[in-house]
C-alpha cells in the first residue's frame, strides 16, 4: 500500500464548478499535511498547508481528519488557470527533519 | 531572488556514459534532496542531505550517487546511466526544521537511449 494515495483523475469541471479531492495517509504518526500544486511539467509549488482545524485560502480549503487519516482540498468557482495537478504532501513523525512523502497528484482540467 | 537551479534542463544520452546533475539553492538550507517522477507513481526521493558531507538514501537510490561538499550544491551522478533511468528529475530544498515548505528546482529531462 502506498504511504500516500490519491485519485488520478482526471476531474474534468466546467469553470465556476466546485470541485473536491481526498487524499488518504498510511501513516498514522504523520504529523504535517500539505496540498502543492504542480502545472505540467513544472515544478511542484506550496499551495497551502493543512491544519487539524482546517483552513481555507481564498477559493480553497483544505481539511484533515486524522481519525480517518485523509486529506481534503475544495475548490470553489473553478477557474481555467485552476488547472494542474494536485500534489498531496505528508510529514511523517522521522526524526523531526523533512522528509516529505508525496502523491502521485490528482489532475484538474478545467474547461470554458 | 530565493530559487534553486538544476542543470541541464533537457538531456538525452547513451547508455553507459556518465552524467552529472547540478542543483544549487542560495536560501541557505540545509535539507536538499532529489526526486525522480514517473508517470502514475509520483515524486520518489532518490537521496537526501541534513547537511554538508551527511547524505543517505532515499527510496529509489539505485544507480545514483550524491555528494555535498557545499552546502548550496547537491549534484546527483548518474555513473552508468540505464534507460530505466529516463524520468524528470527534481532537486528540492527546506529547512531542516521549522517552515517545511520544499522549494523545487525546475526539473531535468532526462532521456537515456
Known amino acids: 500500500r502506498k504511504e500516500v494515495e490519491q485519485d488520478p483523475g482526471p476531474f474534468n469541471v466546467p469553470e465556476g464548478a466546485t470541485v473536491a479531492f481526498n487524499c488518504t495517509y498510511s501513516?498514522?504518526?504523520?504529523?504535517?499535511f500539505f496540498w502543492y500544486r504542480q502545472d505540467c511539467r513544472k515544478e511542484p509549488k506550496l499551495l497551502m498547508s493543512v491544519y487539524s482545524s482546517g483552513n481555507e485560502d481564498g477559493r480553497f480549503t483544505a481539511q484533515l481528519n486524522r481519525a480517518s487519516q485523509y486529506i481534503s482540498l475544495l475548490i470553489r468557482d473553478s477557474k481555467l488557470s485552476d488547472s494542474a495537478t494536485y500534489l498531496c504532501v505528508v510529514l511523517p513523525l522521522s526524526g523531526g527533519y523533512n522528509k516529505l512523502i508525496f502523491g502521485a497528484g490528482t489532475r484538474l482540467a478545467v474547461h470554458p | 531572488e530565493a530559487q534553486v537551479t538544476q542543470n541541464p534542463r533537457y538531456l538525452i544520452t547513451v547508455t553507459g556514459k556518465k552524467l552529472t546533475v547540478t542543483c544549487s539553492q542560495n536560501?541557505?538550507?540545509?535539507?536538499m534532496s532529489w526526486y525522480r517522477q514517473d508517470p502514475g507513481l509520483g515524486l520518489r526521493q532518490i537521496y537526501y542531505?541534513?547537511?554538508?558531507?551527511?547524505?543517505d538514501k532515499g527510496d529509489v537510490p539505485e544507480g545514483y550517487k550524491v555528494s555535498r561538499k557545499e552546502k548550496r550544491n547537491f549534484p546527483l551522478i548518474l555513473e552508468s546511466p540505464s534507460p530505466n533511468q529516463t524520468s524528470l528529475y527534481f532537486c528540492a530544498s527546506s529547512r531542516i526544521q521549522g517552515s517545511t515548505e520544499a522549494f523545487f528546482g525546475q526539473g531535468t529531462r532526462l532521456t537515456v537511449v
Open positions: 542531505s541534513m547537511n554538508v558531507e551527511v547524505t
Open positions: 501513516n498514522s504518526a504523520s504529523q504535517s
Open positions: 536560501m541557505n538550507h540545509e535539507y
